[in-house]
């Protein structure tokens, strides 16, 4: 099963760092063998600046924060899947419970979304996560709703092109990534739903974890069976730490 490292540089950076950032991160880098396992998502306006800079570095593609369901018109603020593709996106995160807390986004709004990424030959990485931490899992049914909701509408063949991120809400940005027993269990629990709904192709989905990964912790993640890699906030607006965390996360794996 392929890995992905994806980074989610959130609201930072501007075009002047774009350039030392992918010089340190290139010095170390490795390209996956057989597949491309790294993804940056910069803020909008740096995709285009970030375009150029890794078109240099094999290996790597661009996604976007977020990307809006119609092509075009009167929808200020909003940005379409052909101006991402536009400026060298080949991915979206959609969902992420940062916008779904403070921006008001909706499972349903994400499937909409989602359907117009994948329509446009893109891959979405679709964000779930409970709020809270129940210590007796009481939330899987939250999680599972958000799963079926975000990603209806989409058929197998579609499914192709997803990606789910498991972040619960309460492991971002805290310092407190959850264990990897709770990382086992929503993961195995996830894998089941998604063989449910799309079959073979829901047995390969890839399941990210995301919530205070660090080159630290991320190899005894990976290194779990449905655990397909992390989507990565704080750890990744550092070149030389996420570069470091992408080593160890494919070490988890028994990948060079
Ligand atoms: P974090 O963020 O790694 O800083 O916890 C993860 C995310 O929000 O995607």
Same mark, same amino acid.
């Given at each position: ?11 930072? &950076? ?14 170390? &880098? ?7 396992? @790294?993804? &940056? ?12 800079? /890794? ?6 593609? =661009? ?14 603020? *909003?940005?379409?899947?052909?101006? =991402?593709? #536009? ?13 779904? !807390? ?11 979304? %989602? ?9 979405? /990485?679709?964000?779930?996560?409970? !709020? #809270? ?6 939330? @899987? *049914?939250?999680? =599972? !709703?958000?799963?079926? *909701? ?7 063949? *579609? ?17 407190? %990534? ?7 269990? /929503? ?23 995301? +919530?205070? @990964?660090?080159? #630290? ?34 070490? +988890?794996?028994?990948?060079?």
């Amino acid at each position: 099963m392929s890995l992905l490292f994806a980074a989610n540089w959130k609201m930072n &950076f501007l075009s002047k760092d774009l350039k030392n950032y992918f010089q340190i991160f290139a010095e170390k &880098f490795v390209a996956a063998e057989n597949s491309v396992d @790294t993804v &940056f998502a910069p803020p909008f306006v740096l995709l285009k600046d970030a375009d150029n800079l /890794i078109s240099k570095i094999k290996g790597i593609e =661009l996604a976007a924060q977020n990307a809006h369901w119609l092509e075009s018109g009167a929808h200020t603020g *909003e940005i379409s899947c052909s101006m =991402l593709k #536009d400026c060298g996106a080949t991915y979206a995160i959609l969902g992420h419970s940062e916008r779904r !807390q403070f921006y008001g986004e909706t499972s349903a709004a994400v499937a909409k979304r %989602a359907k117009a990424v994948v329509t446009n030959e893109m891959k979405a /990485i679709v964000c779930i996560g409970e !709020q #809270d931490y129940k210590e007796d899992g009481s939330n @899987t *049914e939250e999680i =599972l !709703q958000q799963l079926r *909701e975000s990603v209806s509408g989409l058929s197998t063949d *579609e499914a192709n092109k997803v990606i789910i991120a498991y972040e619960p809400v309460w492991a971002i940005g805290t310092g407190r %990534a959850a264990t990897p027993e709770i990382v086992n269990r /929503i993961h195995n629990i996830l894998r089941e739903e998604l063989i449910k709904l799309w079959g073979e192709v829901g047995g390969q989905t890839i399941i990210l974890y995301g +919530g205070s @990964t660090t080159a #630290d912790n991320i190899a005894e993640l990976t290194a779990l069976k449905n655990v397909g890699g992390a989507l990565v906030g704080g750890t990744s607006l550092k070149p030389d730490l996420f570069n470091q965390l992408i080593i160890n996360g494919r070490k +988890g794996k028994n990948l060079a």
